[in-house]
């Protein structure tokens, strides 16, 4: 193998390089997948050993089939493979085939997005993209606009930072571009469920405004928002001379998938002159699905909404767009550099996609989406994302039928909750059982499912994003977790 190359370019031996590179690291991932668990099951001090990496830097190098042969030999074996029906921990998903030659193409042309002159044809069908994903969350496609990301929590900063400049100068009359935060920024607030994603305290932090200015609103028993709760916290704010700009929906929260009433919401928001941002990280891949798409179409309301694709999506990490109903919000976000994006530029018909942009230089990820919606198109996608839900619905039935076992919340979206109950003449308590069963599933057995914490019980967690389970797959695994008890 040629592996001195430096560079694919149009000679013949740097291409031949190219894709012998390519096809013995496709080799080398294929046979990784012969072990049929999730995890290979090392604990972290033995692994920690066998990955200790003394000289990362040695003087001399190694050929590419050297360099390939240590990573199929220590890396590999060991790390997660989300493809597996033995994972549910999070809401990580497999990466279908299509989107990682996708990638391939990604980092082989490496375009960057900031300018049309790094990316043209990827700036091009990044707009069309978006254009298409702002048809498909229900905006009219000539007023909003959007842009990709590197995840839901830079989305949802990107939106709820557009929500506070929006608010200070249609309200307040204020430019926080140019002076930044008003003298009375200590009164913001912005409200969302107590079990939203902690990218909203962070993102009030970065925004200067800190934790204190989100509000927790308590949950109902479905998890979703109080809305009459709000409504209350709203009014006391509004009494004692706070400012509330911004409620936050969150379309699938992330341990229980629970999606916010955002019709609802709209209405309290348009009552009190606030921006609605819709968190839908984990729920927008629900528009995908025939069967249950009606449970998001109140995404349409909102102003701003985080989709992630590296979620229900099943495209590789990392890949999310923010999209916003008025485009002329994004005027936020915009700065212009003498280097890079000239206003004459957007004159001549460049689009420099970095005005909308937290990050300057920036992925391709639109193409992952472009050949995935293409090639799967609406009817294969919503066979994938309707399977889904249907496990869930049917791994919490078979739950809510056994005595040993206690459920929580009726899936909306693809997460199961639960707890098991100690048997009655067990000494462990529920809590160290839950907790015992994760870890030798994951040591043991290979099986990967997650761990949260529900009305102060120690809970399991299965967060359902792969097709290929099945009801008999489901089970297996419910039979497995009962015989650990
Ligand atoms: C995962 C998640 C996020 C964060 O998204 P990243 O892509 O991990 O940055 C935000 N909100 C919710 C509801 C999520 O589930």
Same mark, same amino acid.
């Given at each position: 193998?040629? #592996?001195?190359?430096?560079?694919?370019?149009?000679?013949?031996?740097?291409? #031949?390089?190219?894709?012998?590179?390519?096809?013995?690291?496709?080799?080398?991932?294929?046979?990784?997948?012969?072990?049929?668990?999730?995890?290979?099951?090392?604990?972290?001090?033995?692994?920690?050993?066998?990955?200790?990496?003394?000289?990362?830097?040695?003087?001399?190098?190694?050929?590419?089939?050297?360099?390939?042969?240590?990573?199929?030999?220590?890396?590999?074996?060991?790390?997660?493979?989300?493809?597996?029906?033995?994972?549910?921990?999070?809401?990580?998903?497999?990466?279908?085939?299509?989107?990682?030659?996708?990638?391939?193409?990604?980092?082989?042309?490496?375009?960057?997005?900031?300018?049309?002159?790094?990316?043209?044809?990827?700036?091009?069908?990044?707009?069309?993209?978006?254009?298409?994903?702002?048809?498909?969350?229900?905006?009219?496609?000539?007023?909003?606009?959007?842009?990709?990301?590197?995840?839901?929590?830079? =989305?949802?900063? =990107?939106?709820?930072?557009?929500?506070?400049?929006?608010?200070?100068?249609?309200?307040?009359?204020?430019?926080?571009?140019? =002076?930044?935060?008003?003298?009375?920024?200590?009164?913001?607030?912005?409200?969302? #469920?107590?079990?939203?994603?902690?990218?909203?305290?962070?993102?009030?932090?970065?925004?200067?405004?800190?934790?204190?200015?989100?509000?927790?609103?308590?949950?109902?028993?479905?998890?979703?928002?109080?809305?009459?709760?709000?409504?209350?916290?709203?009014?006391?704010?509004?009494?004692?001379?706070?400012?509330?700009?911004?409620?936050?929906?969150?379309?699938?929260?992330?341990?229980?998938?629970?999606?916010?009433?955002?019709?609802?919401?709209?209405?309290?928001?348009?009552?009190?002159?606030?921006?609605?941002?819709?968190?839908? /990280?984990?729920?927008?891949?629900?528009?995908? =699905?025939?069967?249950?798409?009606?449970?998001?179409?109140?995404?349409?309301?909102?102003?701003?909404?985080?989709?992630?694709?590296?979620?229900?999506?099943?495209?590789?990490?990392?890949?999310?767009?923010?999209?916003?109903?008025?485009?002329?919000?994004?005027?936020?976000?915009?700065?212009?550099?003498?280097?890079?994006?000239?206003?004459?530029?957007?004159?001549?018909?460049?689009?420099?996609?970095?005005?909308?942009?937290?990050?300057?230089?920036?992925?391709?990820?639109?193409?992952?989406?472009?050949?995935?919606?293409?090639?799967?198109?609406?009817?294969?996608?919503?066979?994938?994302?309707?399977?889904?839900?249907?496990? /869930?619905?049917?791994?919490?039935?078979?739950?809510?039928?056994?005595?040993?076992?206690?459920?929580?919340?009726?899936?909306?979206?693809?997460?199961?909750?639960?707890?098991?109950?100690?048997?009655?003449?067990?000494?462990?308590?529920?809590?160290?059982?839950?907790?015992?069963?994760?870890?030798?599933?994951?040591?043991?057995?290979?099986?990967?499912?997650?761990?949260?914490?529900?009305?102060?019980?120690?809970?399991?967690?299965?967060?359902?994003?792969?097709?290929?389970?099945?009801?008999?797959?489901?089970?297996?695994?419910?039979?497995?977790?009962?015989?650990?008890?």
């Amino acid at each position: 193998m040629q #592996s001195n190359k430096l560079f694919l370019t149009p000679d013949a031996a740097d291409k #031949s390089a190219y894709i012998d590179i390519m096809t013995a690291t496709a080799r080398a991932v294929a046979a990784a997948m012969d072990h049929p668990r999730a995890y290979a099951g090392m604990e972290p001090y033995a692994l920690r050993e066998a990955l200790h990496t003394d000289e990362l830097l040695p003087a001399e190098g190694c050929d590419f089939a050297g360099i390939l042969a240590d990573v199929k030999d220590r890396i590999l074996p060991n790390l997660l493979r989300p493809m597996s029906t033995d994972y549910m921990a999070h809401l990580h998903s497999p990466a279908l085939l299509e989107s990682i030659a996708s990638e391939l193409i990604i980092a082989t042309f490496n375009q960057s997005m900031d300018s049309w002159d790094q990316s043209p044809a990827a700036t091009e069908i990044e707009v069309e993209v978006i254009r298409n994903l702002c048809k498909l969350y229900g905006y009219d496609e000539t007023l909003a606009d959007g842009v990709f990301t590197s995840g839901g929590s830079q =989305s949802n900063l =990107s939106g709820l930072l557009l929500a506070r400049d929006w608010f200070c100068n249609t309200h307040l009359k204020w430019d926080v571009k140019k =002076s930044g935060l008003p003298e009375n920024f200590r009164k913001f607030r912005m409200y969302s #469920s107590e079990i939203a994603h902690f990218s909203m305290e962070k993102s009030a932090h970065l925004m200067g405004l800190g934790y204190e200015s989100v509000v927790k609103v308590p949950v109902n028993d479905a998890m979703q928002m109080d809305i009459a709760a709000l409504r209350e916290l709203i009014k006391a704010d509004v009494a004692a001379g706070n400012l509330p700009f911004c409620v936050v929906a969150t379309v699938g929260t992330t341990d229980f998938g629970s999606i916010d009433n955002m019709q609802e919401l709209r209405k309290l928001c348009d009552e009190y002159n606030m921006w609605l941002h819709a968190d839908a /990280a984990y729920g927008s891949g629900v528009i995908m =699905s025939a069967k249950y798409a009606h449970r998001v179409a109140g995404l349409a309301d909102c102003d701003s909404i985080t989709v992630d694709f590296h979620k229900m999506f099943m495209l590789p990490i990392s890949c999310s767009a923010s999209l916003i109903k008025d485009k002329r919000n994004f005027d936020a976000l915009t700065i212009h550099a003498d280097y890079l994006n000239r206003e004459e530029d957007e004159e001549d018909g460049y689009i420099n996609l970095v005005n909308k942009s937290m990050q300057t230089t920036r992925r391709f990820d639109a193409l992952k989406v472009w050949m995935s919606f293409r090639m799967r198109g609406a009817a294969g996608w919503s066979e994938i994302i309707t399977r889904c839900i249907d496990n /869930a619905e049917y791994f919490y039935n078979q739950l809510a039928a056994d005595k040993s076992v206690e459920v929580f919340v009726k899936p909306e979206i693809s997460s199961v909750v639960f707890r098991l109950l100690p048997a009655p003449d067990s000494k462990e308590d529920a809590d160290t059982l839950n907790k015992r069963i994760r870890r030798e599933l994951l040591h043991k057995r290979g099986v990967v499912i997650g761990q949260t914490v529900c009305r102060g019980h120690v809970c399991l967690k299965f967060t359902l994003l792969n097709p290929m389970l099945t009801y008999g797959k489901l089970d297996e695994l419910l039979q497995l977790i009962l015989s650990l008890r």
